[in-house]
């Protein structure tokens, strides 16, 4: 049975400056692609692993739903997803795979066929993961749900291999032009809120799918920052939380099963 985890990553400390090594400087996989030629062999896995990582940032940003989302942030996300495997010690079959699929790859740089297609993006996951031939962490655009226009996302990943599902919560934080993955359920050590959670609702469980959220209003200074996030409806007792940085949260309201709504600090309509 498949299961949706939501997994919490600390602040990422990111000032949307592209990054890693040599060839982190490059913005665009065609442009990296260019240069293949040049590459050294002791740079090679440095080499394709940029390569993926953008292409697959790249196939994201063609969604959209995606469209405004800036490429760093993308390609930033696609990095935590699927984060470099450490290869170096390979067995006889790695090496043989890695090989294989370097060739094809080069075919298609050599061709400057750049088209971001199935077997380019599969030679492409065996090259950077060729102990198991493929990254079994899987990102379907088609599932990414915009929970607030242009700054919260949730991205449903996929291990093929365990049929496990995990929740990320991409959150743009538009005032520090920076990114988070967040948690959008309060941690066990938000002492404060659970506090509150118990005295209003002792047996509440979250809902393990997809909460809705909604902003503050923006006639209230004092609210405008906040987002307020509501657990899926499962016809039994619910609450209302807000938050404005995704680390520490307020019990809005709450409803046991069949009444109506009562405010903890004020009733939202």
Same mark, same amino acid.
């Given at each position: 049975?498949?299961?949706?985890?939501?997994?919490?990553?600390?602040?990422?400390?990111?000032?949307?400056?592209?990054?890693?090594?040599?060839?982190?400087?490059?913005?665009?996989?065609?442009?990296?692609?260019?240069?293949?030629?040049?590459?050294?062999?002791?740079?090679?896995?440095?080499?394709?692993?940029?390569?993926?990582?953008?292409?697959?940032?790249?196939?994201?940003?063609?969604?959209?739903?995606?469209?405004?989302?800036?490429?760093?942030?993308?390609?930033?996300?696609?990095?935590?997803?699927?984060?470099?495997?450490?290869?170096?010690?390979?067995?006889?079959?790695?090496?043989?795979?890695? /090989?294989?699929? /370097?060739?094809?790859?080069?075919?298609?740089?050599? #061709?400057?066929?750049?088209?971001?297609?199935?077997?380019?993006?599969?030679?492409?996951?065996?090259?950077?993961?060729?102990?198991?031939?493929?990254?079994?962490?899987?990102?379907?655009?088609?599932?990414?749900?915009?929970?607030?226009?242009?700054?919260?996302?949730?991205?449903?990943?996929?291990?093929?291999?365990?049929?496990?599902?995990?929740?990320?919560?991409?959150?743009?934080?538009?005032?520090?032009?920076?990114?988070?993955?967040?948690?959008?359920?309060?941690?066990?050590?938000?002492?404060?809120?659970?506090?509150?959670?118990?005295?209003?609702?002792? #047996?509440?469980?979250?809902?393990?799918?997809?909460?809705?959220?909604?902003?503050?209003?923006?006639?209230?200074?004092?609210?405008?920052?906040?987002?307020?996030?509501?657990?899926?409806?499962?016809?039994?007792? #619910?609450?209302?939380?807000?938050?404005?940085?995704?680390?520490?949260?307020?019990?809005?309201?709450?409803?046991?099963?069949?009444?109506?709504?009562?405010?903890?600090?004020?009733?939202?309509?």
């Amino acid at each position: 049975m498949r299961r949706i985890i939501t997994i919490f990553f600390a602040l990422l400390s990111i000032n949307f400056a592209f990054g890693q090594g040599k060839f982190g400087k490059y913005l665009n996989s065609k442009k990296l692609a260019l240069t293949y030629k040049t590459v050294k062999d002791n740079e090679k896995e440095n080499y394709y692993q940029q390569y993926y990582w953008l292409a697959k940032a790249e196939q994201l940003k063609t969604y959209p739903h995606l469209k405004d989302i800036k490429p760093v942030v993308l390609y930033e996300f696609v990095k935590k997803v699927n984060p470099q495997n450490p290869t170096k010690k390979l067995d006889a079959r790695g090496k043989e795979l890695r /090989e294989t699929a /370097e060739l094809s790859l080069n075919q298609y740089f050599k #061709n400057k066929n750049f088209e971001n297609n199935a077997v380019l993006m599969y030679n492409l996951e065996t090259y950077v993961d060729p102990s198991q031939g493929e990254y079994f962490t899987k990102v379907d655009p088609e599932k990414i749900k915009e929970l607030v226009p242009k700054e919260l996302f949730a991205f449903n990943s996929l291990n093929r291999k365990t049929q496990e599902e995990v929740t990320y919560y991409l959150w743009i934080d538009k005032k520090k032009d920076d990114f988070n993955i967040v948690d959008i359920i309060p941690k066990e050590d938000d002492k404060k809120f659970y506090a509150s959670l118990k005295q209003y609702l002792p #047996n509440y469980k979250f809902s393990k799918y997809v909460p809705s959220v909604k902003k503050g209003n923006k006639t209230d200074k004092t609210d405008v920052d906040f987002y307020y996030i509501m657990p899926f409806e499962q016809n039994t007792d #619910n609450i209302e939380y807000k938050t404005t940085d995704f680390k520490t949260f307020i019990l809005s309201q709450y409803r046991k099963a069949g009444d109506e709504w009562k405010g903890v600090e004020k009733t939202r309509k």
